[in-house]
């Protein structure tokens, strides 16, 4: 089993500034896979970034990285030059290729003000 | 159309009926899952597909809780005698590859209401 901890209910930043969501994981899978999915307020939920476990450079998607921290189970969102369209709930989800399921975080609510 | 969707968005049922949730998954996508997700929560997962098969329902709630996907293509998740405590958002989710390796693409969720 693995469970995915998001110990930041909320977090509020200002427009073109930076921001960092924290997530710890426990697993005693070798072979897994970590994400980041964005929930808009009423809309669906999309994929932000992905990291394959046995990589050992962070991913990168635009204004969107990730801090890998394998040997201390930990993968924490920066997203830089934060925009408006940014605010939405922010799920953390491991994934192990001997198991079916994401396994999901509590969520991180990200505010950007103007 | 272009990605998965559900039916009806919005469901309120009084306690003790019976409902169905529709997922009509990216066509193509082998895999299919469904989760719940309670306010303010992440989801949980309740059961997986590969095609027609559904090779792990261990998240479903109590057998009140049952899926379908009979041609590997359209699911049906149903929930019988419904409680209050079913009141959550249920999200279905597919993938191209098996085991649902490839990126999950969500719809955007059915909220069920139990009175």
């Known amino acids: 089993a693995q469970t995915v901890t998001q110990s930041q209910p909320e977090m509020s930043v200002q427009e073109a500034e930076t921001v960092t969501l924290s997530c710890t994981y426990d697993?005693?899978?070798?072979?897994?896979?970590l994400f980041w999915y964005k929930q808009p307020p009423s809309r669906q939920m999309i994929l932000v970034i992905r990291?394959?476990?046995?990589?050992?450079q962070n991913a990168t998607e635009n204004r969107f990285s990730v801090n890998f921290q394998k040997a201390a189970k930990s993968f924490s969102l920066k997203i830089s030059d934060s925009q408006l369209g940014d605010t939405a709930m922010y799920f953390c989800a491991s994934f192990s290729s001997n198991d079916y399921k994401l396994s999901f975080g509590a969520g991180t609510t990200v505010t950007v003000r103007a | 159309g272009a990605g998965v969707s559900q039916s009806p968005r919005y469901k309120v049922a009084k306690r003790g009926q019976d409902v169905a949730l529709r997922c009509d998954p990216i066509?193509?996508?082998?895999?299919l899952f469904w989760y719940q997700q309670a306010l303010g929560q992440g989801p949980e997962f309740l059961t997986y597909?590969?095609?027609?098969?559904?090779?792990?329902k261990s998240g479903l709630p109590s057998d009140r809780f049952f899926a379908e996907r009979p041609e590997g293509s359209v699911s049906t998740l149903k929930i019988q005698r419904t409680q209050q405590e079913d009141s959550a958002v249920y999200l279905c989710?597919?993938?191209?590859?098996?085991?649902?390796?490839?990126?999950?693409?969500f719809g955007p969720g059915t909220r069920l209401t139990v009175l």
């Open positions: 989710a597919s993938s191209f590859r098996d085991r649902g390796l490839g990126e999950q693409f």
């Open positions: 597909f590969q095609n027609e098969a559904q090779l792990d």
């Open positions: 990291q394959e476990a046995y990589k050992q």
């Open positions: 066509s193509g996508h082998v895999s």
């Open positions: 697993t005693s899978e070798s072979n897994y896979y």
